[in-house]
């Protein structure tokens, strides 16, 4: 699949982009190749595309300029192409309560747009991530075990499952996140327990297994790599929260250390740290981490949701 079909993907299937409509493609130096693909692919729908380019943001979560968040905020359609996150931005979030479709791609590449997790189907993703929710949605505890060692419990009772990252961004003030297909949730501060053995991928990093210990919801001990805990100190006690579990449910996804695509691959579970005040929880923080363990065995109250990868529900 060449990277223009990817791009295709992106603005027929997934923002569902019609005749005559505004789309602003988004991008920044490392990321204009993908970018013009899009403008493309939109184009050649007879949408009223926008390609703007802006300075390599410094850091996740940097706004843009006044400008460019007016011309978010007056599109119909924003693409965000860019190496860091703008996900969380102001900017995108005034746009999308402003109607606009927003999907952004932080950190896409050319192999995820060519075989790896935008060649998927997105609207059976959709009915994956909705029909595991529905099951799940009274659940209260989940516990994840791993042959490599993995063996952590936490509770979820009161969280709401996310279901919005799955592809499909048709409805004004939709968002997405692009590649897709995670099911993810917020567990209660301080009930996490256990160890994790990370062996997937850690801050964009293929890695030998990580060991995590976790004590009342924070990770109190890291052995094996010390750009980890460095990254997760700079986010002070909060930075090392339990903030996250999520469910890849991406069949087309691949670990390629990039968390991106990395946490969307089926047969994986994802452990976010740091921040969860995005979804649902009360812990900020300037750090949010993932790491993707691979061939979990998966309860949740007592049922059997995924067994060495595979999955149950």
């Not at 402003?98 to 995820?112: D, E, F, K, L, N």
């Not at 509770?155 to 048709?170: K, L």
Request: hydrophobic share 40%; net charge neutral; glycine share 10%.
């Amino acid at each position: 699949m060449a990277i223009s079909d990817g791009a295709k993907i992106t603005i027929e299937t997934c923002l569902n982009v019609k005749k005559g409509e505004s789309v602003l493609v988004l991008t920044d130096d490392s990321k204009e190749a993908i970018a013009q693909s899009l403008y493309e692919a939109a184009y050649n729908i007879g949408a009223e595309v926008i390609l703007a380019k802006i300075p390599d943001p410094e850091q996740d979560g940097q706004e843009p300029s006044v400008s460019i968040a007016r011309l978010m905020k007056d599109s119909d359609v924003i693409v965000i192409t860019t190496e860091k996150t703008m996900s969380h931005t102001m900017a995108r979030r005034r746009a999308t309560r402003a109607g606009s479709r927003v999907a952004t791609m932080p950190g896409i590449t050319v192999q995820m747009m060519d075989e790896g997790g935008m060649t998927a189907d997105f609207k059976e993703i959709r009915r994956s991530i909705f029909r595991v929710a529905r099951r799940l949605r009274r659940a209260k505890n989940i516990r994840i075990i791993t042959e490599s060692g993995t063996d952590i419990s936490m509770s979820i009772q009161g969280r709401s499952w996310i279901t919005e990252d799955s592809g499909i961004c048709h409805r004004k003030g939709d968002f997405t996140n692009l590649p897709a297909g995670e099911l993810f949730i917020s567990p209660v501060e301080g009930s996490a327990e256990g160890t994790l053995m990370v062996d997937g991928s850690f801050i964009d990093t293929l890695l030998n297994p990580i060991k995590v210990s976790v004590k009342d919801g924070f990770a109190i001990r890291i052995t094996g790599a010390h750009d980890v805990v460095k990254e997760l100190n700079k986010g002070g006690k909060e930075g090392r929260n339990i903030a996250k579990f999520g469910m890849g449910l991406n069949p087309n996804a691949k670990i390629i250390g990039r968390f991106l695509e990395d946490s969307k691959v089926l047969g994986t579970v994802n452990i976010g740290f740091g921040d969860n005040s995005m979804f649902g929880g009360a812990v900020k923080s300037s750090v949010h981490l993932i790491g993707v363990i691979k061939n979990p065995t998966v309860t949740i109250d007592n049922v059997l949701i995924m067994k060495e990868g595979e999955l149950k529900a």
